[in-house]
């Protein structure tokens, strides 16, 4: 495990804050593309184009982000690991992550044109990872206990 407060600690610490960003942007907008998706009539212009988006913002940015997370967050954890506070915070990124699945789960029904949901469930969806976010961010500053 990495040394709390040693330079290479702290890079990776960077490293991971930085991931974090472009892995929630992805968890923020890929939900709200399958609103407006949703709403678009099967097999139209638009309906092929949100499935290139969708499609780019879940490969190119989403995943490599996710696994830039983990791999720079797992070595951090060694010093806290009997601290409450993480055991919030690993449910909480448990959650993310399943959102994550679900949302990759629910791009490809897009792909396939076989999406049953309405644009209302895809709305909701999107306020998940804001609710885990409000969670995780006082748990990593304040370590409540």
């Known amino acids: 495990m990495l040394s709390y ?8 610490k960077t490293l991971h804050v930085i991931a ?11 939900p709200r593309l399958f609103v407006y998706h949703a ?7 638009t309906s092929e184009t949100f499935k290139v988006m969708e499609r780019r913002l879940l490969r190119g940015i ?6 830039v997370v983990l791999a720079t967050g797992i ?9 409450g ?17 679900l949302y990759a789960r629910w791009r490809r ?4 044109d076989r ?10 969806a999107n306020e998940v990872p804001t609710v885990l976010l409000l969670i995780i961010v006082p748990m990593v500053i304040l370590k409540p206990f």
Do not use: C
């Open 39 to 45: 709403q678009e009539p099967k097999g139209s212009a």
């Open 115 to 124: 999406n049953t949901r309405s644009h209302v469930f895809y709305r909701y």
């Open 75 to 83: 070595p951090m954890m060694g010093d806290w690991m009997t601290d």
């Open 109 to 112: 029904a897009f792909a396939e």
């Open 62 to 67: 989403m995943n490599p982000s996710l696994i």
């Open 5 to 12: 407060g040693s330079d290479w600690y702290n890079w990776v």
């Open 85 to 101: 506070w993480l055991h919030v915070k690993l449910l909480m990124v448990a959650g993310m992550i399943t959102m994550h699945m």
């Open 20 to 30: 974090i960003i472009t892995w929630m942007a992805g968890l923020f907008y890929l």
